[in-house]
């Protein structure tokens, strides 16, 4: 997701199919400081080694189901104990579905790539990178000058995408090494190490005060868009070069915020209008725009200025975001923007950003099926529509959880569908663990 869409949240939302339900009566198990006496611990140490192990998609998908579903018990166990819920750190979480994200791509590439990557030789290097993301890399480099094109293409991309979450990696690959932990494998020296490697490949990070240690500079994907520009290699690397981080902080500047959410989907859809990933792309940045608002529209409050506490916010800086990115779609398809175009009418409105409203609302007279929806537009059009400011504070508490709610199941439905994960319900009961954010 490109940005924050495909790490932390789906970890939070998803629920998981059905395996034998764990004892409550069992002593926790800490992954932190894993006791492998504990009998609480042995479906924990089956699925850290399984990660250890896994080397193809399927498995890969089949870990997530698993985690989910440990998890998911683990927090209705310590709810039901009403307890301070706690569901470990996220490393291996957040690496199942990079390597989901890196698989959908790989395979979206070329259909030929489900069987290559299947062969010992990469799944070999894939098994690696689960146990030391380092040596991978190394091993990996080696194989990027294969005389194998699509060997070429595949071992950049994954480089590339080992290197952008290599710090994440590395912990999981920690975690999951839960037999040989030890108080020597400490996390001081684990950064020393990331440490020790950036300054060792500077070719390959971005390093300053804003950089946060070292921002990958995306050069592997950059390679691919070169040596293979007419292919979905290049469009492959566009899209995982989304989730590169770049350095600087918007230190609470709403704009900022939004801009970086957007701009690298937009960079995409200028390069590759007619791209498979287009409709994707747009419903997570629809459903992104939406996140960013939700303050907003909890208090009914789109013209004057945030709480200090939420950062600096003006109505036309905002705007002028939303019309920078809707300038990037104007040779997407017309029917792929039918709910983007909705969505960006109704929030010039709220933003008295009337003339570009009129134009978006003329737009879709021409293109898109009568709808109540439209006739909602054009009506708050006409009579000067600005969403009243809300002063009840409970009021704005119980608007914003129901608005949260629903984007974090849509961000849940958007990336379960694109990992392969449609058996997998999301859990509303997840939703209330991160309500006070």
Not at 66 to 73: H, P, T, V
Not at 215 to 244: D, E
Not at 252 to 275: M, N, Q, R, T, V
Not at 338 to 354: E, F, G, H, M, W
């Amino acid at each position: 997701m490109p940005t924050h869409t495909l790490q932390f949240v789906l970890l939070i939302l998803l629920g998981a199919i059905s395996l034998p339900v764990i004892s409550q009566a069992r002593l926790p198990c800490e992954w932190g400081n894993m006791d492998v006496s504990n009998p609480a611990c042995e479906r924990p140490q089956v699925i850290l080694k399984k990660y250890r192990n896994a080397s193809t998609y399927a498995e890969h998908q089949s870990l997530l189901s698993d985690l989910n579903q440990l998890r998911n018990e683990d927090f209705q166990h310590q709810m039901k104990a009403k307890k301070t819920v706690n569901l470990y750190d996220p490393f291996i979480d957040e690496a199942l579905m990079f390597w989901l994200d890196w698989y959908q791509v790989a395979l979206t590439a070329r259909a030929e790539n489900r069987e290559l990557l299947d062969s010992e030789t990469w799944r070999k290097h894939i098994q690696l990178a689960h146990r030391d993301p380092y040596a991978a890399i190394a091993s990996l480099n080696k194989l990027s000058a294969s005389t194998d094109e699509n060997d070429r293409a595949l071992s950049l991309l994954l480089i590339g995408a080992l290197t952008n979450q290599l710090n994440t990696l590395a912990e999981a690959a920690n975690q999951a090494s839960v037999s040989i932990q030890s108080k020597a494998i400490d996390h001081e020296k684990r950064s020393q190490r990331f440490d020790t490697y950036v300054e060792k490949h500077k070719l390959d990070f971005n390093v300053g005060e804003t950089c946060y240690g070292g921002n990958y500079t995306g050069r592997h994907f950059a390679a691919v868009k070169k040596r293979y520009p007419q292919s979905n290699y290049a469009q492959a690397a566009a899209y995982l070069a989304m989730r590169i981080t770049p350095c600087g902080e918007c230190e609470g500047d709403f704009s900022c915020y939004l801009s970086k959410s957007l701009d690298p989907i937009s960079d995409f859809l200028k390069a590759y209008p007619h791209s498979r990933y287009v409709t994707i792309l747009l419903k997570r940045a629809n459903n992104q725009i939406r996140g960013h608002f939700i303050d907003r529209e909890a208090q009914g409050d789109y013209l004057s200025k945030s709480d200090p506490k939420t950062g600096d916010y003006t109505a036309q800086s905002a705007a002028n975001v939303l019309i920078a990115f809707e300038g990037a779609l104007k040779p997407i398809a017309p029917t792929e923007l039918i709910s983007t175009k909705l969505l960006l009418a109704d929030l010039y409105i709220k933003l008295n950003q009337r003339g570009n409203a009129k134009r978006a609302i003329d737009w879709l007279t021409e293109h898109a099926q009568e709808s109540a929806e439209l006739g909602v537009l054009r009506q708050a059009l006409a009579v000067d529509h600005v969403p009243k400011q809300v002063e009840n504070t409970k009021q704005i508490a119980e608007k914003k959880k129901e608005l949260m709610q629903a984007y974090r199941r849509q961000v849940c439905e958007l990336d379960k569908a694109w990992l392969g994960q449609e058996s997998i319900a999301c859990q509303d009961a997840r939703l209330k663990v991160i309500e006070g954010d």
